[in-house]
């Protein structure tokens, strides 16, 4: 049950970036016992929030009371004295150290001496990880873990902290469905023990499954706090974007022409085994399955950057070079990778320099870069994925989160590629954006190029795709044409005969 | 959605896991054991060619100057373990142990522990001034300690003028402390010992330790998981000085003469010594046991070459070639634990 009075409230905080007006005045209060939802557009403040409340942004103006005593939070330090602990939005672990020590570090179990109890440091990861359903193993360094791996480290180091308030910006964005359903239930018995959680998420269905009540922002300022019950979701998106939203997935009919991609009997083992498939041109094939079942790994190593063990990739007609990225694109190959930190951006880089950074040598001049051809190209691209941004110049890192996916985006659709690699191409993007993703996607297989897409989205996976693949375990086990790739199919497809959906 | 079967094989799942860390901790451990190897070949073939190596006296300067460059090693570990580095070390023990030997030519009766404690006082505070340069200047720790290098030398030159100390000049006491040993171990070998144990242990098994690896492997994450990296580094960057101090009262003791030049270049050494034993210059991995390793291979690199008469120069193209052949041992390692790594993806076994 919620509590009478506010854990935490928040007032008519501000907080500004240079020019940038992230957060305008706004106010909500959170109670214990209670899911918030906080939702936006990209851009829209919701990070900004967050950091003020971990401490790492102190507000312009406005204050932030902890049961009805105002509260300063200088340092990340102050907001976990305070008993406030946050899932960033991009994962932030020390890659050289254990899985288990990342989500240990500073409140480590200690033994004789003081010294760190390395087993039941182990012992604690362990215990959280079954909690949330997961086998990661602690003792491996983080370097090296996937997207969704490093999400659910974020996670369980935010439940190891025994916060009163949890707030978790995107903690979703990377996981599929079965993953989602496990935090939720521990997000639930959080809850259900007395804390106050916040919750962001672009995906509505999650919103109305977890939290009490959600906190509408727009531009900065706070547009609205209703009861989840008392608001559909139309309406949430209405206020959100501040106008009415078209067909939400505008797949375009076309006929596919000639074989663009072949992969044959693709090996890299353990990870994934025996996978062959087509795409032609014209052709949306979205790739499926659970968090781990191979299908980044596959993707990564037709477009080269990872190696691979046996199989072959061709494209157009032509036998791909295994292992280099180089020659992948050279033969037209354009891959949106799923981690953008560490794939997709130099984070200090400006946008415009990231947008044109794989066509560098097209866009030079006798050998120079020439400011003026980077920047109506990277205008256009940004512009058309409505990036919402300071100046082009502006380093990358600045940018909210889904602002970063769409320079990714923007990136790789501006090589004009023969063949669109995309993973999880909406991860992280608003709902009014990731219609003009879709229909973005749409019209390039309308102008023949082919498209693979991994999604974990199973809307995205069936509104967007003409054939989906389902992987389970690193095997191709179903091919489903659109007819009859449904919801069911395709979970059970990427669950295996156990399962029941 | 009932989920539960997916994951139903964790349990079954753990014991694999367990056999492939082992495996993995003996890729991560290759390193110790590529420099044992290699001393234990080179030991060998010095001591065929030349049996007098292993001679008691040969070995004691091995050990006396592997003790003053260890104990260096390990500040320059610590700093280097926070993605920083200390270049200033050489001059610090210049310094030292001017300081220390001037103040024992004017008071003989000065105990050994309190030129010990004085030389590290000196060092340490050389090391807060770069550590605060670093924090608050914003400049990298590269050229900071670079500037204080050419500072702290100059002030040494400045004060000393042409003026050397003599070993004649200090206390026979000192002396004593520099060529005594204990049960047979000289006791600039069992200080460095200590220093190397104390930190090695507060750097594995203390907060305070893997704070200082967090900063160095993610100076972001760790300001985020509340660490206060500003005072940290200063932390750092005052043990590596005061270590410097420390080795500078070793390095009088050992040669009982000192003038203003005492140590120069002895930063290359330290940072040679560290890159060799493993010590990742980003940050974030290797130990001091690593770096003390490092620092007797190349001090009987340095011995093993004067024994088999081999001219000066290639020990320095020898020791230029360590440097490469560990970095290029850290790629290939590192290529090999991540693809390692990325096989190992929690979800798909
Ligand atoms: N450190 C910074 N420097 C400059 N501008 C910033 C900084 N951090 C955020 N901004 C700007 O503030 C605005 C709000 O960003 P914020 O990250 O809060 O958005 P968000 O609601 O979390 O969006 P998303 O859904 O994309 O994650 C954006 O315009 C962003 O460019
Ligand atoms: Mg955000």
Redo the contacts between chains.
Sequence with gaps: MPTEAPVLRVRAVSKSFGAVAAVQGVSFDLYGGEAHALVGENGAGKSTIVKML?G?HRPDAGTLELDGVPIELN???D??AAGIA?I?QEP??????SVA?NIA??R?P?GRF???DRTAMIEQAEQLF?RL?????P???A????IA?QQ?VEIAKALSADARVVVMDEPTAALT??EV??LFAVARSLRDHGAALVFISHRFEEVTALCERVTIMRDGRHVSTDLVSEVSVDEMVRRMVGRELGALFPKQEVTPGAVVLSVAGLTRD??FVDVSFEVRAGEIVALAG?????RS?VVQSIFGV??RDAGTVTVAGKTLKPASPRAAMAAGVALVPEDRRQQGLVMELSIERNVTLPRSRALSQLGFLTGSNERRSAKEWTQRLKTKYGRLQDEVGTLSGGNQQKVVLAKWLATAPKVLIVDEPTRGIDVGTKAEVHRLMSSLAAEGVAVLMVSSELPEVLGMADRVLVMR??RLVAELDRERATEESV?FAA??Q???? | MTAAPARADSAVELPTAVTRRSSLDLVLRARELGIVLALAALVAVTAISNPRFLSGQSIRDILLGTAILAVLAVGQAVVVITRNIDLSVGSVLGLSAFTVGTLLRDNPGLPVVVALLIGAAVGGACGAVNGVLVRYGNVPALVVTLGTLYVVRGITYFWAGGQQINADELPAGFLDFGNATFLGIPYLVLIALLVLVITGVVLRNYRLGRELYAMGSSPQAARLAGISVGRRTIGAFGVSGALAGLAGVLFAARFGTIDAAAGTGYELNVVAAVVVGGVAVFGGSGSVWGAALGALLLTTIGSSLAVLEINQFWQQAIVGGLILLAIGADRLVAARVAASLKKRGSHVS
Excluded: H, N
């Excluded at chain 1, 359903?133 to 193993?137: A, C, N």
């Excluded at chain 1, 659970?290 to 191979?294: P, Y």
């Design positions: 971990a790492v340092t990340p330090a907001a976990k946050v960033y932030t672990l020390f890659p050289d150290l020590e570090m500073g480590q200690l003081k010294t760190i079954t359903g997961v086998s990661i193993e003792s491996r360094p370097r090296g873990l996937s791996d659910l469905g079965v359903e496990r353990p990870v659970l968090v781990g079942s191979g790994e990872d190696p375990e690193g979970m669950m295996g156990e399962a029941t959906v």
